[in-house]
């Protein structure tokens, strides 16, 4: 018998209970499933991740520890205690060197094994030199995130421009720390100087096709710190569900909401993500995605068109209704409240799939189309629909991002208008868009809610965003990209796993310069930056066959 139908049967007789059976998808599986071990997990890099600009380390090694060791601020920083973005990362920081070991050293017979004669790092300082350090200020798009270090024994340092940059690196700091077998920590002499090779680094969550907890969003930002990512892209309605509670018009959560209780966002919750996301130099930028995937939104009277059936209303509705001067009342009180409560430069305004069947099966659409001259194209009808809507975003004082399709259907957009990348073939895309002068962002190839067996991140890490035939100037209208999320499978169940380490290859393509791709290299530094993950509390799924010396624990485990 084929081993694999062997196998089969087998399955099939354990599972008779279940109602399962076996098909030729598992006897195919079966055939391609070739097991190997896992390649020697050495890189000269050891488990920095992203890797750094230039990184120069030497044979010297210094211990660290607990009792003696401080992160402060130079005397020579313009940033001090008080600057709580900075004071705040100190300390955390100092957990996420010595791990469990700094709740757990005081309780644990000093061993000094093989290092006894290591010389010891007691102070990393850290300067902030600009006149201004931002402490109280949101990153943004031209945030400088460039950091330099120096590993020497006594005193390291860590010195940037703003505190950005030195968030940045902190977390390149702590990556470069590590454990001999006596679990004494270690950091080898060392000189790096890093900045990254995109200013957008984003990861895009749906709270609407599934509501995440307010805690499942913040542990997100926490492993997007890890990650260098600072964009969060809140991706926060859609047809499925409105969660965002707005103070201006109450009823889109209370009549497009889960439930009007448990599954929204207050104001305070969403103030909350935004401050917690600064902290970590992290931007968030809503999406309120429209004229299309706005079901949710029936709080909102005569928002939706109303569909019809011959001449007869269908009791459905559509997208937005673009024919009625009250819809362009209602965005504008809406993104003037948006404005207000999200405090970055910019809003993704969506604008893609919408479909036109709703608004050709509607008289009134009808006689509007006909006296705005659009004859029978509702691509026309769109586009002036969004232009209305970019031009209150505009009014607000604010730069837009927009799905593709708003810039394929020609709507007269701002030169800082940002066109965000999502569909197939999309070097083509990015072509064009960057030919008629735009800044862009790619995701086609990293939506990571699509899954496959196997190692599927060497796919997503080999990715180039500026693989497209262009000119170098077009190129540098690259603004970066987007590790997006959908939810359709996704909720807080399965979240971290799904997105971590995958996303991980996504950070390490946007920070690092496009010469960093050999896939043993970034293999043997992923395995170890997945668990040190693991370590600091993110459910991150393995890459391969092994093991971590930190396993994972719950929350309830930990405690």
Known sequence: MDPAASVCAAVALLVTLSGCCCSADWELYDRNYEPELPPVLHSSYGSLW???RSVVSFPEVYRLSRLTFQIVYSPESTASTGCSILDDAFRRYFYYIFGRSAAEDSQRPSVDGDHTEAHEVRQLQVTITASDPECNQHPHVTSNEAYKITVVQPVATLKSETVWGALRGLETFSQL????????HLINKTNIM????FAHRGVLLDTSRHYLPLQVILDTLDAMSFNKFNVFHWHIVDDPSFPYQSITFPNLSAKGAYHPVTHIYTLKDVLTVIEYARQRGIRVIPEFDTPGHTQSWK???????????????????????PALNATYDFMNRLFKEISWVFPDNFIHLGGDEVNFACWKSNPM?????????FGSDYRKLESFYIQNVVDI?????????????VFDNGVKLKSDSIVHVWKGGYQKEMAAATAAKFHVLVSSPWYLNVISYGQDWRKIYLVEPCNFNGTEAQKKLVLGGEACLWGEFVDATNLAARLWPRASAVS????????????????????KHRCRMVQRGVP???LFIGYCDYEYKDKKESK
């Open 299 to 321: 709080g909102q009277p005569n928002l939706l068109t109303p569909c019809y059936n011959g001449e007869t209303p269908s009791g459905t509705f559509g997208p937005i209704n």
């Open 194 to 197: 890093d900045a990254p090779r």
């Open 540 to 542: 991150a799924e393995p």
């Open 365 to 373: 659409i009808t006689e509007f189309m006909l006296k705005q001259g």
């Open 177 to 184: 720390v590590y454990e001999d077998q006596y679990i004494t």
């Open 508 to 527: 390490e393509r946007l920070w690092s310069s496009a010469e960093t791709n050999d896939l043993g290299d970034a293999y043997a530094r992923l395995v």
């Open 50 to 52: 992203p890797l750094p």
């Open 393 to 405: 975003v505009a009014s607000n004082l604010k730069g837009y991002m927009v799905w593709q399709e």
